[in-house]
């Protein structure tokens, strides 16, 4: 081979073929690094909204314990089949009485744990406050536990206790969990002899 034909068949490029070859190389290789930059998105994503909803079912149990904790009396529960109610009874507040009464109540229809407050001897004026929604009650197998309970007192622990068991699901569509709540709350401030009846308000559930 002379000088002049190794230029030429330098010089001649490359072909159609190994063009379309590069080209479906390419396409594979951007098709994989833009999958995996979406499913690192929807991953991200997904946590990012698992923790938010996380640390706001933490937020209203460290507050329902708050309460619970100072409260002087805690009502038997009444477990219906599409709502389920308890209240607890509060030490009034500065300049007021009778003592505050507050309802907590599950709405499976709507999947929402809601919240009201009035003043004993009174009739509840309020409207419901949203504290968390995806609330369900737990279950074991088949079988549905209920939403509240009260732990009566013990020859071990002298006081009432109110026991919640939910399934709280959050995420957003596409990326939810799930996660069972089984906390139970000590009331300090009430006694073997504390009664169970009071602020047993349940019109408007």
């Known amino acids: 081979m002379n000088a002049r034909e190794h230029d030429e068949e330098r010089d001649a490029g490359i072909t159609?073929?190994?063009?379309?070859?590069v080209m479906a190389i390419m396409s594979v290789l951007m098709v994989l690094f833009t999958s995996s930059v979406v499913t690192i998105y929807r991953t991200f994503n997904k946590v990012d909204a698992t923790n938010a909803a996380?640390?706001?079912?933490?937020?209203v149990f460290l507050r329902l314990d708050k309460e619970v904790r100072y409260a002087q009396a805690v009502s038997t529960p009444l477990i219906g089949t599409t709502v389920?109610?308890?209240e607890y009874m509060m030490a009034p507040p500065p300049?007021?009485?009778?003592?505050?009464?507050?309802?907590?109540?599950l709405r499976t229809d709507?999947?929402?744990?809601?919240?009201?407050?009035?003043?004993?001897?009174?009739?509840?004026?309020g409207g419901w406050v949203t504290l968390l929604s995806g609330v369900a009650p737990a279950k074991d197998g088949v079988?549905?536990?209920p939403a509240f309970s009260l732990v009566t007192p013990s020859a071990e622990q002298d006081y009432q206790r109110l026991r919640l068991n939910f399934t709280t699901t959050g995420g957003g569509a596409g990326g939810s969990?799930?996660?069972?709540?089984?906390?139970?709350?000590?009331?300090?401030n009430t006694t073997g002899?504390?009664?169970?009846?009071?602020?047993?308000?349940r019109t408007g559930l």
């Open 143 to 145: 079988t549905t536990k």
């Open 193 to 201: 002899t504390s009664p169970t009846g009071l602020c047993n308000e």
């Open 84 to 86: 389920s109610a308890v």
């Open 110 to 125: 709507t999947g929402q744990l809601q919240q009201r407050s009035w003043v004993d001897g009174t009739t509840p004026s």
């Open 16 to 21: 159609m073929i190994e063009m379309v070859v």
């Open 54 to 59: 996380q640390e706001q079912v933490n937020n």
């Open 177 to 188: 969990t799930s996660r069972i709540t089984d906390i139970t709350f000590t009331a300090l």
């Open 95 to 105: 300049g007021v009485s009778n003592p505050t009464c507050v309802q907590l109540r």
